[in-house]
């Protein structure tokens, strides 16, 4: 039994970041003039797709009198962040962190720093009802 292990398996991300694979910006004008890249990298907004996300925003352990009969958890608990891998994410530059990993390009970008998520359109049944 062969089982595939994808690159981005290996990572694991951290609290309310996201891993987001950077679109690859158009090198011409609409004028065909090709544009250096460092005035890409100038930009201040940027897109790409979400890879891998955290597991969120931590919340703190419930107080003692909270709720004495219900059963404790032990472990760690979080509020979901709304990206998904997947979805198409715009967000702001400057709060991106980059690395290189086997030659490829990606960015670790903090949950405030996206600014809209563009998901498919199966995807939104849930939000819609």
Same mark, same amino acid.
């Given at each position: 039994? @062969?089982? !595939?292990?994808?690159? !981005?398996?290996?990572? +694991?991300?951290?609290?309310?970041?996201?891993?987001?694979?950077?679109? @690859?910006?158009?090198?011409?004008?609409?004028?065909?003039?090709?544009? =250096? =890249?460092? /005035?890409?990298?100038?930009?201040? +907004?940027?897109?790409?797709?979400?890879?891998?996300?955290?597991?969120?925003?931590?919340?703190?352990? %419930? !107080?003692?009198?909270?709720? =004495?009969?219900?059963e404790r958890t032990e472990?760690?608990?979080?509020?979901p962040l709304q990206a998904?891998?997947?979805?198409?994410?715009?967000?702001?530059?400057?709060?991106?962190?980059?690395?290189?990993?086997?030659?490829?390009?990606?960015?670790?970008? %903090?949950?405030?720093?996206?600014? /809209?998520?563009?998901?498919?359109?199966?995807?939104?049944?849930?939000?819609?009802?």
């Open positions: 039994m @062969s089982r !595939t292990i994808n690159i !981005t398996d290996k990572f +694991i991300v951290v609290g309310d970041r996201v891993l987001i694979k950077p679109k @690859s910006l158009d090198e011409r004008t609409k004028s065909g003039i090709y544009l =250096p =890249p460092g /005035l890409q990298e100038k930009a201040r +907004i940027q897109t790409g797709y979400i890879i891998k996300t955290g597991p969120g925003y931590p919340v703190g352990p %419930p !107080t003692e009198s909270d709720e =004495p009969w219900k472990g760690p608990q979080y509020i998904r891998v997947g979805d198409l994410a715009i967000f702001v530059q400057n709060s991106a962190y980059e690395i290189e990993y086997e030659e490829e390009r990606y960015l670790i970008v %903090p949950n405030s720093a996206i600014l /809209l998520l563009i998901r498919e359109d199966d995807d939104l049944e849930g939000y819609l009802r």
